[in-house]
């Protein structure tokens, strides 16, 4: 697997680390999404890549990253630093990620990739502090 994988449209979601059961309670489950966009891969030169993070309404990040392929062991470790844009509501915003791109199953039928992974504040923006950590799953558009 390569930086081909990564290219193209994603939905991204982060979630808070939040153990409680939700039920069937669909304001809980709302409630526990930390941020919600599209991710779109814009350009790489193995194992390096850049992509933005839309969350729409002129807020976006720029995220520059490493894919590191373990010698072809699944899962590849992507490591990202997301920075906001200036002019805009995600200016000063600091992010770091670490997510796997999750293997396909050999008896999985018409699997969508997948990343999975976990994001830091890296320093503090309104009033979020630095330090927090959620999870994130990334699903690649058809």
Same mark, same amino acid.
């Given at each position: ?77 992507? *490591? =990202? ?8 509501? /995600? ?7 670490? %997510?796997? $791109? +999750? ?7 018409? *699997? =969508? ?8 504040? /890296? ?7 630095? %330090?927090? $950590? +959620? ?8």
């Amino acid at each position: 697997m390569s930086c081909n994988v990564l290219e193209g449209n994603w939905t991204y979601r982060s979630f808070y680390n939040n153990p409680d059961m939700v039920g069937d309670d669909p304001e809980k489950a709302l409630q526990l999404i930390f941020g919600e966009g599209h991710l779109s891969f814009t350009s790489h030169n193995k194992p390096i890549f850049k992509a933005v993070l839309d969350f729409g309404g002129g807020a976006a990040m720029d995220l520059f990253g490493i894919l590191i392929d373990a010698s072809g062991i699944n899962p590849q470790l992507l *490591q =990202i630093t997301g920075t906001g844009r200036e002019g805009t509501s /995600t200016a000063k915003w600091v992010y770091q990620y670490q %997510g796997y $791109v +999750v293997p396909n199953w050999a008896e999985g039928v018409n *699997q =969508i990739p997948a990343i999975v992974g976990t994001v830091i504040r /890296t320093i503090p923006h309104g009033s979020g502090s630095a %330090g927090i $950590v +959620v999870s994130f799953i990334a699903v690649k558009h058809s």
